[in-house]
Nanobody
Framework: EVQLQASGGGLVQAGGSLRLSCSASGFTFDEYAIGWFRQAPGKERQGVSWISSSGDSASYADFVKGRFTISRDNAKNTVYLQMNSLKPEDTAVYYC???????????????????WGLGTQVTVSS
């Protein structure tokens, strides 16, 4: 059974930091690109960042560039999202997702991404 579990969310003040983790099982982790997404109430899902299967390539949405860093530890089947300088507008449920084809992330073809996990709530107070 495939599982993707995001954790590490919480309540933080503006300017603070959180590190999210995405733990995976049930598939060959080091063959899959992993992406982070978020969705705020009443808003559409947004792609935040993604990282290639080997970890040698990563991409960020403009609204998090310079503040968020994605990384992965294939030995631990885990991807991380370090979030610094958090803003109230970063408040959302954050999800991780996995797919062999990284073009689904880079091309914004999110509907074709194979595996989605449960989210973790991030709330940034002003």
């Amino acid at each position: 059974e495939v599982q993707l579990q995001a954790s590490g969310g919480g309540l933080v003040q503006a300017g603070g930091s959180l590190r999210l983790s995405c733990s995976a099982s049930g598939f060959t982790f080091d063959e899959y690109a992993i992406g982070w997404f978020r969705q705020a109430p009443g808003k559409e899902r947004q792609g935040v960042s993604w990282i290639s299967s080997s970890g040698d390539s990563a991409s960020y949405a403009d609204f998090v560039k310079g503040r968020f860093t994605i990384s992965r530890d294939n030995a631990k089947n885990t991807v991380y999202l370090q979030m610094n300088s958090l803003k109230p507008e970063d408040t959302a449920v954050y999800y991780c997702a996995a797919d062999r084809d990284s073009s689904h992330f880079s091309g914004g073809i999110y509907w074709r991404i194979k595996y989605w996990g449960l989210g973790t709530q991030v709330t940034v107070s002003s």
